[in-house]
């Protein structure tokens, strides 16, 4: 089995020793079973057992283990080892603008506050209906590209409205799931949602820098979900 | 008063909008400048007086500055809102933006009909 080994520089921060965080060199050897960066730092972690780092479905699903890549934010369970050129460390750090709990884990309280702030749920008060609230084809496939979302923070942590206003603005993830559910014809509530965000700041402090677009991992455009929340915003304005 | 985050003035939109709007006005205004100064209407004094004494130019230059107001208090508001937390300093920034604007859009208008 070939065997390759990878440099690293990890952020190290915890708050309990140390007074400041800072970045540690290791060396890890993974062989050709280890396809992406969540394999080798599992294999990481026998290493130094001290690392510490949120990680669980390993597919692309749970949104757990999004960190700060060589600069850029992504899964590590879904970025390929093989997209590291040898001879150079790979770097990581925790996804940035928000406060570290340690190492690579940060806080997300503030990310999922805006996300409940816009109601990610369906709101519909008639009575459901025997087996379930029906909707065309063509109604169905204005959620696609919005529903897959799975809260990995990548987008938010990387928009730069986001960082300096992570308390007002609602950032790329959370307009996307407010977008799903405007979208949504099976809602009730289309007005209060846009009433919720025609304010400076949680819509339109957004600036269409796309950096949102930019790492997403599943390939969503949450610049784009903006874009429609003010047309719609627009269109019911005149 | 609590000291609580609060959001939700009713004025985002139409803020948006009118950056957007009065971002287009200052476009189509300055293409009509270049080509009128590309055919050589700001060679001389005079031709350049008679370009911006004409009656429709005054009134393009005039929306022309109505608009670059209207887009720069959008702006520099944002800015204030943004870099100045005290929310009496941020009024009061506000309003001496608002005055400076409106000052400078009654100015030009004086420069503009004195030509
Ligand atoms: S939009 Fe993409 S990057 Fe943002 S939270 Fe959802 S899956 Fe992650
Ligand atoms: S497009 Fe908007 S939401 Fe996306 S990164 Fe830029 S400012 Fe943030
Ligand atoms: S571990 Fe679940 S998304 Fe990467």
Not at chain 1, 138 to 147: A, H
Not at chain 1, 165 to 186: C, H, M, S, W
Request: charged residues 20%; positive net charge; hydrophobic residues 40%.
């Amino acid at each position: 089995m070939t065997t390759r080994t990878l440099q690293f520089k990890i952020y190290r921060y915890d708050p309990d020793q140390d007074q400041k965080p800072y970045m540690q060199d290791v060396a890890v050897e993974v062989d050709s079973t280890d396809r992406k960066l969540l394999d080798a730092l599992v294999k990481l972690k026998a290493v130094d057992d001290s690392i510490a780092f949120r990680r669980s479905c390993r597919e692309g699903v749970c949104g757990s283990d999004a960190l700060n890549i060589n600069g850029r934010n992504g899964l590590a369970c879904l970025t390929d080892l093989s997209s590291f050129p040898d001879g150079k460390p790979i770097v990581l750090r925790p996804l940035p603008g928000l406060p570290v709990i340690r190492d690579l884990i940060v806080d997300m309280t503030q990310f999922f506050k805006q996300y409940h702030s816009i109601k990610p749920y369906l709101i519909n008060n008639d009575p459901p209906p025997e087996r379930e609230r029906l909707q065309s084809p063509e109604d169905r496939e204005e959620l696609n590209g919005l529903y897959e979302c799975i809260l990995c923070a990548c987008c938010s942590t990387s928009c730069p409205s986001f960082w300096w206003n992570p308390d007002k603005f609602v950032g790329p993830a959370g307009l996307l799931a407010a977008y799903r559910f405007i979208a949504d014809t099976r809602d009730q509530a289309t007005n209060e949602r846009l009433d919720n965000l025609e304010d400076p700041y949680r819509l339109f402090r957004c600036h269409t820098i796309m950096n949102c677009v930019d790492v997403c991992p599943k390939g969503l455009n949450p610049t784009k979900a903006i874009g429609k929340i003010k047309d719609m915003m627009v269109k019911r304005a005149i | 008063m609590v000291n609580r985050k609060i959001v939700g003035a009713h004025y985002g939109l139409k803020d948006w909008l009118a950056q957007r709007i009065t971002g287009v006005v200052m476009v189509v205004y300055t293409l009509v400048l270049s080509v009128a100064l590309l055919q050589g209407m700001g060679n001389s004094y005079d031709s350049w007086r008679s370009l911006m004494a004409a009656g429709p130019m005054r009134f393009l230059t005039f929306i022309f500055i109505v608009s670059l107001c209207w887009h720069a208090w959008v702006g520099i508001r944002d800015i204030w809102m943004d870099y100045v937390q005290p929310a009496g300093i941020k009024l009061v920034l506000h309003v001496l933006t608002l005055l400076a604007l409106i000052g400078y859009a009654g100015w030009a208008a004086q420069v503009i009909w004195r030509l």
